[in-house]
């Protein structure tokens, strides 16, 4: 059975770029694999991958390859760090089948010896808010809802009327989803001030009184708080 990340390679996110303010995604795919690295180690890792990464001809393009780290998150949440490409379905389709270069597998076995392996899924976006800026921090929830387009459209239709000043996306988990995860909202924030005390726009609570009378039901499962620590594109 290959090795976690040699399958990084071989098949080697987060989220769209938009360029306006409001768009609904055509083909923003992703896909991520959650890891778990020793803090001793992650430097390492980084080096290791911008070693790969930043050259060119190893990368597919279209994909943008993200590495991150979780700042805060649950107890039970293993992971540490993801590994994650986005991109249009036809290019991640391309990485995925594309057979790993003599030097990819070296990289993968580099890795390996830092690296456990965690979760790996994939998904793509829905909609979006915004300009996306690669320094902030990342917001993410991880949700299940029980019907996206009653959902989408109530989400669509608040952040149309709120127009928040920061990056904000939904999307949908196609396959590999945990604890019954089948949706995520993302946004960004300046710092963790913002995070603290988010800015308050006038109405916002009725506003998410009507989100949540039209959204239908659904579930947050976990709240994460995340950094990009390099980005390849």
């Not at 399958?7 to 360029?19: A, D, G, N, P, T």
């Not at 994939?122 to 990342?138: L, P, V």
């Not at 089948?182 to 009725?206: A, L, W």
């Amino acid at each position: 059975m290959k090795k976690y990340i040699f399958i990084i390679i071989l098949v080697f996110s987060s989220f769209e770029i938009i360029k306006g303010q409001e768009s609904e995604a055509k083909d923003d795919c992703w896909i991520d694999y959650e890891i778990i690295v020793d803090s001793k180690h992650a430097s390492s890792v980084v080096k290791i991958l911008n070693s790969y990464f930043s050259k060119p001809e190893n990368r597919i393009e279209g994909v943008t390859y993200n590495l991150t780290e979780f700042n805060f998150k649950d107890k039970d949440f293993k992971a540490t760090h993801l590994f994650q490409l986005v991109g249009p379905a036809k290019a991640l389709s391309q990485w995925h089948h594309n057979p790993p270069s003599i030097e990819g597998q070296l990289t993968g076995t580099l890795v390996n010896q830092y690296i456990k392996p965690y979760s790996s899924f994939f998904g793509k976006s829905i909609a979006s808010y915004g300009i996306e800026n690669n320094d902030k921090i990342e917001f993410v929830y991880s949700l299940k809802v029980d019907d996206e387009q009653k959902f989408s459209a109530a989400w669509i239709k608040a952040l149309k009327a709120l127009k928040p000043d920061n990056f904000t996306g939904f999307g949908t988990v196609i396959s590999g989803g945990s604890d019954g995860q089948t949706h995520y909202v993302y946004s960004q924030r300046d710092d963790m001030e913002t995070i603290f005390n988010p800015k308050m726009i006038k109405g916002s609570g009725e506003v998410w009184n009507t989100f949540y009378e039209e959204a239908g039901e659904f579930e947050v499962i976990r709240k994460i708080v995340r950094t990009r620590l390099q980005i390849w594109e």
